[in-house]
């Protein structure tokens, strides 16, 4: 390993960038550009695929709950991979489904290895990157999700358009063996700790770290799981809500295609590419509070020009400054909790934060559906999520700051 011509960090965080592939972009927003091809087949309603769509939120939830006690039996990485053979099992099941009830039963399932494979990436994440480089670290991983949602806006209109109505249940079937194959490179590649390789995280200053242990001796984090988690949540219950429903809205209030929309939405995985990284690293220089005051902001305007409807114009920039935006939030998220907790109960610490992000994720996609009632028009849903967003944006102001990465000044 000490041979490599880069730190192992680096080799954890590309496999990071697999595992969120697989088990955010193709898992969770697979199912966004599949739900047009399955509502065809299926003549299901808008409510109950809202209702599926809260399914694999429900599942989600209950694995961020345990996941910190599965990883103390099996550590992350074994976690990790998993969670992310329940995700490949579950959605090649999905294929075969013909009925609602198995389908939610299913993307349950599906939801449940979607947290034990983020969770104890995230926290490895954290772990293998030292404060001031944390915020990128966590941004490159989260890239994944970008490119999980550019691959599903490519690959299943495609097949929607080669094998017709079949094509949604073979999207599926491609969804789950590629996570397969990710779940395999999971427990090759990573790795635990840096101490099971002789090697300190990323970035990592020996006097500087043995400061930072004595602060988190002395911090107390009365009240701060709150102060990142009420604006977590508050995400949670709206970025889904357009991530669940935007490419809908394109194909039934903005009449386009199915391809149309695929491809528009592949535009949005394109730009959320930069969307971790660049507001990650944003935060390691102005600190994890004004980080998600900027994205917030961002967001709410992409919700704010979806609900008015200023046509196809106003429609693209919305879907830019989603893409900009949407997967800023975790980054900062999971950096804020490592400037603040020791390495030892950050797991704990990011799952109690995205139980709270989880709750709202829940809710936001079912409340939605519910407001668009069966003609599925979702403008107030949309505009319910923009005052929301900026909601979450003031609260944050509450989250203690820092400076570049180092917890406890600034």
């Known amino acids: 390993m000490k041979t490599l011509p880069c730190h192992y960090g680096w080799v954890v965080a590309a496999t990071g960038i697999l595992v969120l592939f697989a088990c955010i972009g193709l898992g969770r927003f697979g199912y966004t550009v599949l739900i047009p091809g399955m509502e ?12 599926i769509g809260t399914s694999n939120f429900f599942g989600y939830l209950v694995a961020v709950f345990f996941a ?11 976690t990790a991979a998993l969670g992310l053979l329940l995700l490949a099992l579950s959605m090649a099941a999905i294929a075969g489904c013909s009925s609602f009830s198995a389908i939610l039963f299913c ?31 966590a941004g490159l991983v989260i890239c994944g999700n970008g490119l999980g949602i550019v691959f599903v806006g490519f690959a299943i209109p495609l097949f929607d358009r080669l094998f017709a109505a079949q094509g949604w249940r073979l999207s599926w079937l491609l969804l789950g063996t590629i996570s397969l ?22 970035g990592a200053d020996l006097a500087a770290a043995a400061e930072q242990a004595e602060e988190f001796r002395h911090r107390g984090h009365s009240g701060l799981l709150w102060r990142i988690g009420i604006p977590y949540a508050l995400f949670g219950a709206t970025f889904m809500v357009y991530g669940t429903f935007i490419v809908t809205s394109m194909v039934n209030e903005y009449g386009l295609s199915v391809q149309s929309a695929g491809r528009y939405w592949s535009w ?3 730009f959320s590419l930069f969307s971790g990284l660049a507001f990650g ?28 409807k ?13 893409g900009l935006a949407v997967f800023a939030a975790p ?13 030892e109960q950050v797991a704990r610490a990011f799952s109690n934060a995205t139980l709270l992000f989880a709750f709202g994720q829940t809710a936001g996609p079912a409340g939605a559906a519910l407001i668009a009632g069966p003609e599925g028009h979702f403008t107030t849903a949309y505009l319910v999520a923009a005052l929301l967003t900026l909601f979450a944006g003031f609260w944050a102001l509450s989250i203690p700051a820092h400076a570049r990465g180092k917890p406890g000044k600034g």
Request: include cysteine; charge should be positive; aromatic fraction near 10%.
């Open 331 to 343: 980054a900062i998220v999971v950096a804020a909790i490592g400037d603040h907790y020791p390495p």
């Open 40 to 51: 065809a087949e299926l003549h299901l309603g808008y409510r109950q695929f809202g209702f």
């Open 107 to 137: 993307y349950t399932l599906a939801g449940l290895g979607t947290g034990f494979a983020n969770i104890p990436m995230m926290a490895l994440t954290s772990r293998w990157f030292a404060g001031s480089r944390r915020g990128r670290a």
């Open 68 to 78: 910190p006690t599965v990883m103390v039996f099996l550590k992350p990485r074994l």
């Open 281 to 308: 690293t944003l935060s390691d220089r102005i600190g994890r509070r004004y980080g998600l005051i900027t994205v917030f902001a961002v967001l709410a305007g992409a919700y704010l020009l979806a609900g008015v």
């Open 181 to 202: 194959v990710i779940a395999c490179c999971a427990v090759i590649l990573l790795r635990n700790d840096p101490a099971e390789l002789g090697l300190q995280p990323v």
């Open 310 to 322: 200023y046509g196809i114009g106003g429609l693209l920039v919305s879907l830019t400054l989603y």
């Open 268 to 270: 949005v995985g394109l």
